[in-house]
């Protein structure tokens, strides 16, 4: 059976997916965020776990009364480097009526990626950026296969939340906060968008792993900016979290 490569566990996640949630974090991503909190899970081979999905399962089982509200979501670094791990794993839980969400870029996009995608009951889908030059500033690869990823969840009806950070001087931005939340709002898969404001609380892991932050010195989000941003997404119709 294929083993993941797997960072940690999370046993009361609130914050990946509806309700209390366990959370697996999986090692590898293709992406460089720049203001990425997980830059500790981009290498595969820094795993610090080796786990088959029954193995996962297993430890998943023992909070099942916890998370019968919510359910398992699988994330990174991002899972879909991993395919077949995570299809074998939302496939277990499935048979045991547990909601399943997958967190992704939606960089990676082949037929064993769509396997995973049948198990999933919700796709959180994160969007750095619509304008294709700053996506590929902001992560170091092209914006074009999250977007062929997003279609084919509205082609197949997926249910998806779309995460969005809103940065200061760089994706706070009205022009292209209005052109994302025009290109959201015909999906009629997408339930909700999670508008986040920036923060640099992952910056310690960047100076553990001896890499500098590229964000260094730029502000936390104002509220008046996290307010305007949501605002803009709301005017389009859109469920904004």
């Known amino acids: ?33 720049k203001y990425c909190h997980n830059c500790d899970t981009w290498k595969k081979e820094d795993a610090k776990f080796l786990e088959t999905p029954e193995q ?11 998370i019968k509200t919510g359910g398992v979501t699988v994330t990174g670094g991002d899972p879909l480097t991993q395919p077949e791990y995570v299809k074998e794993l939302l496939k277990l839980c499935k048979e045991e009526g547990i909601h399943t969400a997958i967190d992704t870029s939606g960089y990676l996009f082949n037929d064993k990626v769509k396997e995973a995608l049948e198990y999933a009951d919700l796709v959180l889908l994160d969007i750095k950026s619509i304008d294709p030059v700053q996506y ?7 914006l074009e296969p999250t977007l062929k990823f997003a279609n084919y969840l509205k082609e197949i009806g997926k249910p998806m939340w779309v995460r969005h950070v809103v940065v200061p001087g760089i994706t706070d931005n009205d022009e292209l906060l209005e052109k994302l939340a025009d290109y959201l709002k015909d999906f009629d898969n997408l339930e909700k968008v999670e508008v986040l404001p920036y923060h640099s609380l992952g910056e310690y892991k960047w100076q553990k792993i001896g890499l500098e932050y590229p964000l260094k010195g730029i502000e936390q989000l104002s509220p008046e900016r996290f307010e305007n941003a949501k605002n803009i997404f709301k005017s389009r119709g859109l469920s904004v979290k």
């Open 56 to 66: 996962t399962f297993l430890e998943i089982c023992r909070y099942k009364n916890f």
């Open 136 to 142: 590929k500033e902001l992560t170091g690869v092209e």
């Open 1 to 33: 059976m294929k083993k993941g490569f797997i960072h940690s566990h999370e046993s009361f996640g609130t914050v990946d997916g509806p309700g209390i949630r366990y959370v697996v974090f999986t090692q590898g991503c293709p992406l460089r965020c």
